[in-house]
């Protein structure tokens, strides 16, 4: 007979079972029996120095590898500080499995070390939560937790595991070992609003698709460039369904951003929108009460949310574009499109020369384009800040998915995630240069990562566009009260790079135009974690900021 512990039947199950070879985590007394068991089990462990951290490079890892990312921390503080992380999955629907260490079970109410109800605080923004308090059912509990974290739509989950339950032993043979948690059930729209659907789309003159994370989520590249192809419909796919269908093809509208987006919605008399929430980014659908609407979602409760829906297709977006793409008629719309190009390219002519120019100080868009060019298309993009991440977004080119990633341009605007997305694309994709574009604000929240990097030799390169503020803030500030009113926003010029080499990594300061390709290819070549902190042009305000500032406006 032999006896296992609660924390290695923890390591594993999620080894053996569900295929987990890499877990996000610091370190706590209530989680060493997990620790171990790692080491028995082979599971690679990245241990950060924050838990916010944690839960951010699980959210990535997921995204970028379609699994469930997995995220340990300890009781308490350990807990409470993943919860930005696991608030931003929740936001994005990412399925990020957060186990956390909690007080013993036999002291609960008695004054325990950082004992603390912490379901009760974390219930609202999870899928499912609970606690084991049998060891033999922890393959059990684990089990369960993949299975909520993927059905349906996905997002994270919560599962408590007190040290009482992880430090006892019990027999291998006492424990029945489920299924694999982690499966994803798919399924198909009805016929008939499959026809009504495609009805719509072969009628349209001037049809837009939009698509969001749904696109990311569901392996649907195949069938959605199918579609694409078929109707001719001009299309834009944001969030983590960016690239599925690349930014070059020749109907996609990403060489004029959130203007094109915005053009295309005003004109269009059909909306296609693929896995998509039409939250503030995209004036909560509103924005086209002349479009007629076919919305294609995996959760039944958003088709008609925030505008009503022609036609609503619930089901996996794969399957969905499977059956339409039997049903679509064969269609030119290249003269819609360039009349679409036509009328929102003027808009962002200024920016697209500001690109191609250089300047003193520089610009974020020249940055971002020289940033480009030195590192290729075929890199993994991580964008992370306010203004940076309106230019970082416009200014790149995504050739695939998960190519070019970003949370702060989401619904939960969560910067810091820029450094803890980098560190688990590289760990995901060793073999890809992975580089973020952060702002200087969002880059001191995670700034300490550098170490996690350095430590675990997963090396990319931090572009800081560095304008000495909250950047944001500040021009929100000035537009709202005048120059003169701006408080607690300014940053002043910091040598972030110092603070890269201090941590074990690579670092320069770049004032000049001339000076960023060769710093940041010098950064590349030094294979370490790097920072190029780059000093940028502080009076430039991104058509996000005049977005961001409207939105605050009290009618």
């Known amino acids: 007979m032999t006896e296992i512990f609660?924390?290695?039947?923890?390591?594993?199950?999620?080894?053996?079972?569900?295929?987990?070879d890499t877990v996000f985590?610091?370190?706590?007394?209530?989680i060493d029996r997990i620790y171990d068991g790692f080491l028995e089990a082979g599971i690679r462990l990245i241990d950060v120095r924050h838990e916010q951290a944690a839960a951010m490079m699980a959210h990535a890892w997921s995204v970028i590898t379609r699994r469930p990312g997995v995220c340990l921390v300890t009781a308490g503080p350990g807990f409470t500080n993943s919860l930005t992380g696991l608030v931003n999955?929740?936001?994005?629907?990412?399925?990020?499995?957060?186990?956390?260490?909690?007080?013993?079970?036999?002291?609960?109410?008695?004054?325990?070390?950082?004992?603390?109800?912490q379901a009760d605080m974390i219930k609202s923004t999870v899928k499912w939560?609970?606690?084991?308090?049998?060891?033999?059912?922890?393959?059990?509990?684990?089990?369960?937790?993949?299975?909520?974290?993927?059905?349906?739509?996905?997002?994270?989950?919560?599962?408590?595991?007190?040290?009482?339950?992880?430090?006892?032993?019990?027999?291998?043979?006492?424990?029945?070992?489920?299924?694999?948690g982690g499966l994803v059930y798919k399924s198909r729209p009805e016929p008939s609003l499959l026809e009504a659907a495609a009805d719509l789309i072969n009628k349209a003159q001037k049809p837009f698709i939009i698509g969001g994370s749904g696109v990311g989520t569901s392996v649907c590249e195949e069938e959605i460039r199918r579609f694409i192809d078929t109707?001719?419909?001009?299309?834009?796919?944001?969030?983590?369904?960016?690239?599925?269908?690349?930014?070059?093809?020749?109907?996609?509208?990403?060489?004029?951003?959130?203007?094109?987006?915005?053009?295309?919605?005003?004109?269009?008399?059909?909306?296609?929108?693929?896995?998509?929430?039409?939250?503030?980014?995209?004036?909560?659908?509103?924005?086209?009460?002349?479009?007629?609407?076919?919305?294609?979602?995996?959760?039944?409760?958003?088709?008609?949310?925030?505008?009503?829906?022609?036609?609503?297709?619930?089901?996996?977006?794969?399957?969905t574009l499977g059956e339409l793409n039997d049903l679509v008629e064969k269609r030119d719309h290249s003269a819609w499109r360039e009349a679409l190009k036509q009328a929102?390219?003027?808009?962002?002519?200024?920016?697209?020369d500001a690109r191609h120019k250089p300047s003193h100080p520089i610009h974020p868009a020249r940055l971002v384009e020289q940033v480009r060019r030195a590192a290729g298309d075929d890199a993994i993009y991580v964008v992370d800040g306010g203004d940076t991440s309106y230019f970082g977004i416009v200014g790149?080119?995504?050739?695939?998915?998960?190519?070019?990633?970003?949370?702060?341009?989401?619904?939960?605007?969560?910067?810091?995630?820029?450094?803890?997305?980098?560190?688990?694309?590289?760990?995901?994709?060793?073999?890809?240069?992975?580089?973020?574009?952060?702002?200087?604000?969002?880059?001191?929240?995670?700034?300490?990562?550098?170490?996690?990097?350095?430590?675990h030799d997963l090396p990319f390169v931090c572009v800081v566009n560095n304008d000495g503020a909250w950047g944001m803030i500040k021009h929100g500030q000035e537009l709202s009260y005048g120059n003169e009113r701006v408080i607690g926003s300014e940053l002043g010029v910091v040598h972030y790079e110092q603070l890269a080499q201090?941590?074990?990594?690579?670092?320069?300061?770049?004032?000049?135009?001339?000076?960023?390709?060769?710093?940041?290819?010098?950064?590349l070549d030094s294979g370490k974690p790097a920072c190029i902190n780059v000093l940028t042009d502080p009076a430039v305000i991104s058509p996000a900021t005049l977005q961001f500032v409207e939105g605050f406006k009290m009618e």
């Open 129 to 180: 939560h609970d606690i084991c308090l049998d060891v033999k059912r922890i393959p059990e509990y684990i089990s369960t937790a993949f299975r909520h974290a993927v059905s349906g739509r996905p997002g994270p989950v919560f599962l408590e595991l007190p040290p009482d339950v992880l430090n006892v032993g019990v027999e291998k043979d006492a424990i029945q070992m489920p299924g694999k």
């Open 502 to 523: 201090a941590l074990g990594g690579y670092g320069e300061l770049v004032e000049k135009d001339e000076d960023i390709m060769p710093a940041v290819k010098r950064a």
């Open 231 to 319: 109707t001719g419909i001009p299309f834009a796919l944001i969030n983590s369904g960016r690239g599925t269908v690349p930014d070059e093809h020749p109907l996609s509208l990403w060489d004029g951003g959130l203007m094109a987006v915005l053009t295309a919605l005003g004109q269009a008399d059909l909306v296609v929108a693929l896995g998509i929430r039409f939250n503030w980014i995209l004036m909560f659908g509103q924005i086209f009460p002349q479009a007629k609407m076919v919305r294609v979602d995996i959760e039944a409760t958003e088709i008609d949310r925030n505008r009503t829906s022609d036609v609503g297709l619930v089901g996996d977006l794969g399957l």
């Open 344 to 352: 929102y390219l003027p808009m962002v002519q200024e920016e697209v």
């Open 396 to 455: 790149l080119r995504a050739k695939e998915r998960a190519s070019v990633m970003h949370a702060a341009g989401g619904q939960f605007g969560c910067l810091g995630t820029g450094i803890p997305f980098a560190i688990a694309a590289k760990a995901a994709r060793p073999q890809r240069t992975v580089v973020v574009i952060n702002g200087d604000g969002s880059f001191g929240l995670n700034a300490m990562e550098f170490c996690t990097a350095v430590r």
């Open 25 to 30: 985590s610091l370190a706590g007394g209530h």
């Open 6 to 20: 609660g924390g290695h039947l923890v390591a594993e199950y999620l080894k053996e079972v569900e295929g987990v």
């Open 89 to 117: 999955a929740y936001q994005e629907n990412v399925p990020v499995v957060l186990m956390s260490g909690t007080s013993p079970v036999r002291d609960r109410g008695l004054g325990a070390l950082q004992d603390m109800k």
